[in-house]
T-cell receptor
Framework: GAGVSQSPSNKVTEKGKDVELRCDPI?????LYWYRQSLGQGLEFLIY????????KSGLPSDRFSAERTGGSVSTLTIQRTQQEDSAVYLC?????????????FGAGTRLSVL | DQQVKQNSPSLSVQEGRISILNCDYT??????FLWYKKYPAEGPTFLIS?????DKNEDGRFTVFLNKSAKHLSLHIVPSQPGDSAVYFC????????????FGQGTTLQVKP
């Protein structure tokens, strides 16, 4: 498809389990971003990949969270030993970075529920 | 520390009237501001942006105003349409880290027919 694709769209897991969330960015976009939106809150920045540069991990809330981007395209966000407070919608975005300030295009998100 | 704030969780307006959504920020390093619109079960979509070198940017029915001294921006929608009903997020970024958008909590706009 032409847009950012995220899978799964919904994920229910038990506390303590690990989860992996996947993001397929728009083809040709060099920058990829992860955000999360907790209930009633705005989008919270998590991590940002730009080309071959070291990712900006400044938004990751704990060392249980990690992300990788393979081959400069698909990204996986991993949450280890999930906690109930990890329940949120996890959103991925990508951009072309052709301009100084470019537009981030978002996927529909993965709704994570930790029981 | 909420660097970008949208103090009105919701707004209801009549079709054809003006909708004004407000956003305040605290970080003086922010120099680029965006508005995104979000429908349920969809990701946010870009609406309009403004650089700090401007105080107004217009695109069709949407106009964003920036007041740097007050650290305040607003989005005006004229005339409002029922299809504009959505959650609106403002976001900001700084030149030191252009990839990192800081979002407000969002304002739910309802446009009544």
């Amino acid at each position: 498809g032409a847009g950012v694709s995220q899978s799964p769209s919904n994920k229910v897991t038990e506390k303590g389990k690990d989860v992996e969330l996947r993001c397929d960015p728009i083809s040709g976009h060099t920058a990829l971003y992860w955000y999360r939106q907790s209930l009633g809150q705005g989008l919270e920045f998590l991590i940002y990949f730009q080309g071959n540069s070291a990712p900006d991990k400044s938004g990751l809330p704990s060392d249980r969270f990690s992300a990788e981007r393979t081959g400069g395209s698909v990204s996986t966000l991993t949450i280890q030993r999930t906690q109930q407070e990890d329940s949120a919608v996890y959103l991925c975005a990508s951009s072309s970075r052709q301009g100084r300030r470019d537009i981030q295009y978002f996927g529909a998100g993965t709704r994570l529920s930790v029981l | 520390d909420q660097q970008v704030k949208q103090n009105s969780p919701s707004l209801s307006v009549q079709e054809g009237r003006i909708s004004i959504l407000n956003c305040d920020y605290t970080n003086s390093m922010f120099d680029y501001f965006l508005w995104y619109k979000k429908y349920p079960a969809e990701g946010p979509t870009f609406l309009i942006s403004i650089s700090s070198i401007k105080d107004k940017n217009e695109d069709g029915r949407f106009t964003v105003f920036l007041n740097k001294s007050a650290k305040h921006l607003s989005l005006h929608i004229v005339p409002s349409q029922p299809g504009d009903s959505a959650v609106y997020f403002c976001a900001a970024s700084a030149q030191s880290n252009t990839g990192k958008l800081i979002f407000g909590q969002g304002t739910t706009l309802q446009v009544k027919p």
